[in-house]
């Protein structure tokens, strides 16, 4: 909890004060017309949860998401071959945001000078992502189009800023050395495409990159 603190500290304090702001004003402005027409024991109780009850409910469904993530990619990293990432590269760890912006570390890896890291779709937590941020904006829209159902048959998905490698926990048993062939592939996409890959910042530090 402290980690989780340290790094997401500022933004929950913000997100407090957004989201009961938005939705007392909104009560608010509404008063404003009909007050006559709400019993009084009534707004204390919607401005009760305006202001505490109900942004602090979004804040614990996003904590809980956080936690999830996080209990998934430790697990992932405890089994093999995913606990072996160390020998081909992943030795770091940087920090990434969720699909709440919350920030976390995830490891990350660099494999024939491109980096890498792991991640997990909180939605998928039996589906390992190998994720390689780069720019696509050398393909035009039939080139993106072609390019993107040719990786999708080796579970590659090509985006505007990124190419992710899935790997299925239940259906793909696999070596160290087969996954690092697979990332060494991925690279070579990248390389052979002329994607311009985006630099991540490992360690405290975090990156913005895109998602």
Not at 92 to 117: A, C, F, M, R
Request: hydrophobic share 40%.
């Amino acid at each position: 909890m402290n980690e989780f603190l340290k790094l997401n500290r500022e933004f929950l304090i913000k997100s407090y004060y957004w989201f009961s702001g938005i939705l007392t004003t909104g009560f608010l402005l509404y008063l404003c017309f009909f007050y006559g027409e709400v019993p009084l024991y009534w707004i204390v109780i919607i401005l009760i949860l305006t202001i505490i009850v109900l942004p602090f409910f979004v804040l614990s469904v996003w904590t809980y998401d956080w936690n999830r993530k996080r209990k998934y990619i430790n697990r992932i990293v405890k089994q093999n071959p995913y606990s072996e990432l160390e020998k081909i590269g992943f030795n770091k760890k940087t920090i990434i945001k969720n699909h709440n912006s919350l920030k976390d570390y995830v490891p990350i890896g660099e494999i024939n000078g491109i980096q890498i890291i792991l991640n997990v779709d909180i939605r998928k937590p039996n589906v390992v992502e190998f994720i390689t941020y780069c720019n696509t904006f050398n393909l035009n829209s039939k080139q993106f189009s072609e390019k993107f159902k040719e990786l999708k048959h080796k579970n590659i998905e090509l985006g505007f800023y990124s190419l992710t490698k899935k790997v299925d926990l239940k259906r793909e048993k696999i070596s160290i050395q087969n996954l690092e062939m697979m990332l060494s592939e991925l690279t070579h996409i990248v390389k052979m495409n002329k994607f311009e890959p985006i630099m991540i910042l490992s360690g405290a530090r975090l990156h913005r990159v895109p998602t």
